[in-house]
C-alpha cells in the first residue's frame, strides 16, 4: 500500500551526540513536511520541501537540518541534541497539485537522555 | 496572526453519547480546513472542507464550514469506547506551491463506557 514511513519509530540518543530520523513515502508526493510534536500539544512545523526547494520556519532552530535527496526520502537532522527537543517528529507529505490534505506518517518518538 | 481555536480543551462523555467539538480561525488566505484524529500517534486524516454548508460525513463522523462566522464543528453520534482520541483541526494557508498547516490545540475526548 502506498504510505509515508519513519525510520527509526523510537530512538534513544545522549545530550549532543548527532540523530537523524528518515521519512520515505510511496505516495510520489511533490512536497514533504517535518513537524515536531511535544506531549500534550499540537504539531510544530519545522520545515518543509517542495520539489527540491527548501522552506525554513522563521523560529526553526539552527540546530535542525534536513535533508531531501530525491521525491521519496527526506531526513530530519539533530545536530546536538538537547533535553528539550524530545518530542515525537512527524513527517508528512502532499501532493500539491491536487490536494490540500497532508498525509502523515507514524512518527518517530525521539528521547535525549 | 494566524490562529485556530479549539474547544473545548477536553471533553469526556459516555458510549452512546453525541458530541460535538468546534474549531473557529482567524487566518489570512484561507484555503481549507481539516479535521484530523490523534491517538497515540500520528495523526490520522478525517475531514477537508473548503464551501460553506456542506456536510461531510463518513460513518458515524460528519463535519461542516462556516466561512461567513470562521468556524467549523466536528460531529461524533453514538459515540464508542474507539473514538477516544484527540481531535485536531488546522488550516490551510496557502495551499498551491507551498501550504502548511496552522494547527488548534486540539480536543481531547475520552469515552467511557
Known amino acids: 500500500d502506498a504510505m509515508v514511513i519513519q525510520n527509526p519509530r523510537y530512538q534513544v540518543t545522549q545530550f549532543g551526540k548527532p540523530v537523524t530520523l528518515s521519512c520515505s513515502q510511496t505516495l510520489n508526493h511533490n512536497v514533504m513536511y517535518w513537524y515536531q510534536q511535544k506531549s500534550s500539544q499540537a504539531p510544530k512545523l519545522l520545515f518543509h520541501?517542495?520539489?527540491?526547494?527548501?522552506?525554513n520556519e522563521a523560529d526553526t532552530p539552527d540546530n535542525f537540518q534536513s535533508r531531501r535527496p530525491n521525491t521519496s526520502f527526506c531526513f530530519l537532522d539533530i545536530r546536538s541534541p538537547g533535553l528539550g527537543d524530545a518530542a515525537m517528529y512527524l513527517c508528512?507529505?502532499?501532493?500539491?497539485?491536487?490536494?490540500?490534505?497532508?498525509?502523515f506518517g507514524p512518527g518517530t518518538r525521539l528521547t535525549v537522555l | 496572526e494566524d490562529k485556530v481555536v479549539q474547544s473545548p480543551l477536553s471533553l469526556v462523555v459516555h458510549e452512546g453519547d453525541t458530541v460535538t467539538l468546534n474549531c473557529s480561525y482567524e487566518?489570512?488566505?484561507?484555503?481549507?480546513l481539516l479535521w484530523y484524529k490523534q491517538e497515540k500517534k500520528a495523526p490520522t486524516f478525517l475531514f477537508m472542507l473548503?464551501?460553506?454548508?456542506i456536510e461531510k460525513k463518513s460513518g458515524r463522523l460528519s463535519s461542516i464550514l462556516d466561512k461567513k462566522e470562521l468556524f467549523s464543528i466536528l460531529n461524533i453520534t453514538a459515540t464508542q469506547t474507539g473514538d477516544s482520541a484527540v481531535y485536531l483541526c488546522a488550516t490551510d494557508l496557502y495551499g498551491g506551491s507551498q501550504g502548511n498547516l496552522i494547527f488548534g490545540k486540539g480536543t481531547k475526548l475520552s469515552v467511557k463506557p
Open positions: 473548503t464551501s460553506s454548508g
Open positions: 520541501y517542495y520539489d527540491k526547494d527548501f522552506n
Open positions: 508528512a507529505t502532499r501532493d500539491s497539485l491536487n490536494t490540500d490534505t497532508q498525509y
Open positions: 487566518v489570512t488566505n484561507f484555503r481549507s
